[in-house]
């Protein structure tokens, strides 16, 4: 039928047009770290790579590489692990109160992140760790252990739970089990979560303003520069920040979903 | 299945609840508590008193900035899901299987990376000289303004919520039964009609979560209203940081929060009774 048809061209043109939108400024934003006019605009001036190597010569710069490093890593392996203790306890076993048990352990992504900011700035003073590095670390794991339950989750869902009652029934502790049966089947879930929770920290910046004190993740020194001007390094600074979150997700899913589909 | 309470399941158990209480649950009631603390000579006191209270709910700028909050967020809210739905209703029933597929993939991966940057992005794009204005004046039009407009929040707030509301969408849409909608159809509704009495309500649990998911995102955003909306009025999330980071006055600050969290919860649970309420 003819509007059949046409229905269809119009919904594949409107979601043509709804990814450029949602790409639009990632693509923008590294065609202008190359655009060697101060202001970003149309017609582009010529090629250049200054706003890199302006960054890449500014210590500053690598100072907060190196704790959004270290802040992204750390937190990255404490949310995965606390999403795997999550998710298993979840999957294995039934309790009273399992529901405000996995309420308390999903909340957090439901919160608006400057009321976390401001809780956890509060509290960390109060207690007396405000302002660190594993400050940062310390909230990020709040926030992104949420993601890692999720996605571990998802894979035990495809573990047939006589599994591991079979490995029981084979004389195998609970806990040889847990090492020679449930881990390995996990394992690409626990990278993926790793990958992901990893991105969500690195980008994060409301949490790490108020508690960072003055050791500054890359995205608090990014908006700490947009205070003041319109500055082109910020370009450069956000290829470099999409190229590796995107690269972080983009493994996360490509794991998860392979291993996904071999086993089903 | 085994089941009894020993080492081994506690060691399972144990890390979130512990976490949570000490680095979740802790923060949050403290900062409550500190909504009712005094600050004297830049030094905060803890006490109980309702003075922080009285003060900001006093204030006219607070009650503009309240209603200002709540107005964009809803306005995002109704705008996302809007555009979203189209999409979202391309995406569940026109492609297929696989392109839906890549699809959520690629929306995935804008979820998860820098909105801050990606804001900056637009804020460049938006700008009276920027990248959108130029473009329109080879059609002969503008320029206009864009930044520190109500447009200009909006695009932010989408930047944000657009990707998740989408994936939500597709996702609840894509889990209706065929059946249902085909049976519709032979019985002779039209399309529109098919829309609004089948599709829509067996997808109104995902839809509705998708708006709530989108308020909450909208609601306690800084970034959208402050760089591309021009924060005049300041929206809450504003009003907290300007409280916080320049006046030193957290109990104050908390204040806000507490509002805003209240806010939140009867917005969420409006929502979800409605969700699960029974069509008559």
């Known amino acids: 039928m003819n509007t059949d048809r046409l229905i269809r061209w119009a919904i594949w043109l409107y979601l043509l047009v709804v990814f450029v939108f949602v790409f639009t400024p990632i693509i923008t934003s590294v065609i202008f770290s190359f655009n060697s ?29 190196r704790t959004s490093l270290l802040v992204s890593v750390c937190s990255g392996v404490l949310a995965t692990l606390i999403g795997f203790c999550t998710a298993y306890t979840d999957f294995r076993y039934q309790f009273r109160f399992k529901g405000a048990y996995i309420a308390l352990a999903l909340l957090p992504p439901t919160i608006p992140l400057i009321i976390l900011a401001l809780a956890m700035l509060a509290w960390l003073s109060k207690i007396g760790a405000s302002g660190q590095v594993w400050s940062i670390i310390i909230a990020h794991t709040v926030l992104c252990a949420p993601f890692a339950m999720g996605v571990i989750r998802l894979r035990l869902q495809q573990m047939d739970p006589d599994l591991e009652s079979a490995a ?90 392979a291993r996904t589909n071999r086993s089903s | 299945m085994k089941n009894k309470l020993d080492l081994y399941a506690l060691t399972w158990r144990m890390p979130v609840i512990v976490w949570q209480l000490l680095f979740f649950v802790g923060p949050l009631l403290f900062m409550i508590a500190m909504s009712f603390f005094l600050v004297k000579n830049y030094r905060m006191e803890e006490a109980f008193e309702m003075k922080n209270w009285i003060k900001m709910t006093s204030r006219g700028y607070f009650w503009d900035a309240y209603l200002y909050t709540v107005f964009l967020a809803s306005l995002s809210t109704v705008v996302t899901s809007l555009l979203a739905f189209p999409a979202a209703y391309g ?13 959520i993939f690629l929306l995935i991966i804008p979820f998860f990376t820098s909105y801050l940057v990606r804001t900056f992005s637009w804020y460049v794009i938006l700008a009276e000289s920027g990248v959108a204005n130029a473009m329109l004046a080879y059609i002969g039009l503008g320029p206009f303004k864009m930044l520190n407009t109500i447009f200009g929040s909006i695009v932010g707030y989408l930047t944000l919520t657009f990707p998740l509301v989408i ?44 708006a709530v998911f989108c308020f909450i995102l909208s609601f306690g955003d800084f970034v959208a ?16 940081i300007d409280t916080t980071k320049a006046g030193q006055q957290w109990p104050r600050a908390a204040v806000v929060a507490v509002v805003m969290m209240l806010t939140l919860m009867t917005v969420a649970y409006t929502a979800i009774s409605l969700a699960y309420r029974k069509r008559r």
């Open chain 1, 37 to 65: 006019d101060r202001f970003p605009t149309v017609p582009l001036g010529s090629f250049t790579t200054k706003w890199y190597q302006t960054v890449i010569s500014d210590p500053d710069f690598w100072k907060a590489v």
């Open chain 1, 168 to 257: 029981w029934n084979l004389g195998a502790s609970e806990w040889s089990a847990m090492k020679n049966v449930v881990l390995p089947f996990a394992k690409p879930a626990l990278v993926s979560a790793f990958c992901l929770t990893m991105a969500v920290s690195f980008d994060e910046f409301t949490v790490s303003w108020f508690v960072s004190g003055l050791n500054k993740t890359i995205p608090v020194a990014i908006l700490e520069v947009l205070q003041g001007t319109v500055d082109p390094q910020i370009n450069a600074i956000g290829t470099f920040v999409f190229f590796t979150s995107m690269t972080l997700v983009i493994i996360a899913q490509l794991i998860f979903t």
């Open chain 2, 91 to 103: 995406l569940a029933f026109k492609v297929s299987e696989s392109t839906r597929r890549w699809a």
């Open chain 2, 167 to 210: 994936i939500l969408q597709t996702l609840s849409l894509s889990n209706i039964d065929r059946s249902l909608i085909e049976a519709a159809q032979n019985l002779g509704a039209g399309r529109l009609k098919t829309l609004w009495s089948v599709t829509i309500p067996s997808a109104k649990v995902g839809l509705i979560i998708g």
């Open chain 2, 225 to 240: 209203p402050y760089y591309l909306g021009g924060s005049k009025p300041p929206t809450l999330p504003i009003l907290i």
